[in-house]
């Protein structure tokens, strides 16, 4: 069973940037794909960005947020990274990391471990 934990989740204004971190349990992390999602009030969740087990070498990114967010993963910290650059109003949502034992997917079904989500609000 892994348990994931999100961090850095906040409040900023439009144009800011946040950096959210996903710790995992699991000390096999490196043989995980993990996946950053988000959900606003009355919208379907949706997939932001993913990143393919082990070295990583595999990335996707929704096409919002191409060009702002970066998926990385520190596999020695058992931890998940996204950063988040010219954020916007829009980016508002809770966001939520997942664990997958596949080597790679952007199909949210696929996951089977989530965390709580943390908060992301962005002002205009």
């Known amino acids: 069973q892994v348990q994931l934990v999100e961090s850095g989740g906040g409040l900023v204004q439009a144009g800011g940037s946040l950096r959210l971190s996903c710790a995992a349990s699991?000390?096999?992390?490196?043989?995980?794909?993990m996946g950053w999602f988000r959900q606003a009030p009355g919208k379907e969740r949706e997939i932001v960005a993913a990143?393919?087990?082990?070295?990583?070498?595999?990335?996707y990114y929704t096409d919002s947020v191409k060009g702002r967010f970066t998926i990385s993963r520190d596999n020695a910290k058992n931890t998940v990274y996204l950063q988040m650059n010219s954020l916007q109003p829009e980016d508002t949502a809770v966001y939520y990391c997942a664990a997958t034992t596949r080597y790679y997917s952007d199909y949210g079904e696929h996951y089977e471990y989530w965390g709580q989500g943390t908060q992301v609000t962005v002002s205009s």
């Open positions: 699991e000390r096999t992390f490196s043989n995980y794909a």
């Open positions: 990143v393919s087990w082990r070295g990583g070498a595999i990335t």
